[in-house]
């Protein structure tokens, strides 16, 4: 079965530096996102990404976030400055036009 | 009101029992409804897509009413590997953005 695969799994980072987590999304979706899960808390959007451009974002995502597709495969989230309160879950998502979401095993962030 | 809104449990029941989990959403323009299952520390898997009409897959049982804004989901003949967060999720909108409630945590025992 097709998978979304993301690394590192496991991320330590000082306040302040900056951090570049890494998705591979199934080949033939369309639609990309980044979502994240604080531990104990629900997993919150924080952007879409469709034809080279986002295509939605939440309010989390401010200017410190960025995301991009380099090549024809990979899908990136970066983070400038990192702050203790982006120490969370950060789970990759693919989907096609119909088809149900595929979530990536997460990169599990943690702000020191 | 939260966008998406479930009970936190936890749900503690024997092997074999009926558990059904309930979800109410506030966004009246949503428009694909989900139940999801999340292991401790893994991410989100899709259980089943929810429909109007209803839908069941093997003991598991989704339904949907539009009209109160309220989806459920029945587990029959649970078992130990049921044992996981559940997590009711929503589709708002043109894009394709979800929205996950908290989740209800299910323990299913001996």
């Known amino acids: 079965e097709p998978e979304v695969t993301q690394t590192p799994s496991h991320q330590v980072t000082q306040m302040g530096q900056e951090v570049i987590l890494r998705c591979v999304p199934i080949?033939?979706?369309?639609?990309f996102y980044w979502y994240r899960q604080i531990l104990g808390q629900k997993v919150e959007f924080l952007v879409s990404?469709?034809?080279?451009?986002?295509?939605?974002k939440s309010e989390i995502f401010d200017d410190q976030f960025s995301v991009e597709r380099p090549d024809g495969s990979n899908f990136t989230l970066k983070i400038r400055s990192t702050k203790l309160e982006d120490s969370a879950m950060y789970f990759c998502?693919?989907?096609?036009?119909?088809?149900?979401?595929?979530f990536g095993s997460g990169t599990r962030l943690t702000v020191v | 009101r939260k966008e998406v809104e479930q009970d936190p449990g936890p749900f503690n029941v024997p092997e074999g029992a009926t558990v059904a989990f309930n979800c109410t959403y506030s966004?009246?323009?949503?428009?694909?409804f989900f139940w999801y299952r999340q292991d401790c520390r893994k991410e989100p898997k899709l259980l089943m897509s929810?429909?109007?009409s209803g839908n069941e897959d093997g003991r598991f049982t989704a339904q949907l009413n539009r009209a109160s804004q309220y989806i459920s989901l029945l587990i029959r003949d649970s078992k130990l590997s049921d044992s996981a967060t559940y997590l009711c999720?929503?589709?708002?909108?043109?894009?394709?953005?979800?929205?996950f409630g908290t989740g209800t945590q299910l323990k299913v025992e001996l």
């Open positions: 998502a693919s989907n096609s036009w119909t088809g149900g979401y595929t």
């Open positions: 080949s033939n979706h369309l639609y």
């Open positions: 990404f469709y034809n080279n451009e986002i295509s939605e």
């Open positions: 966004n009246s323009a949503s428009q694909s």
């Open positions: 929810v429909y109007s």
């Open positions: 999720v929503v589709n708002t909108g043109g894009g394709n953005k979800l929205t």
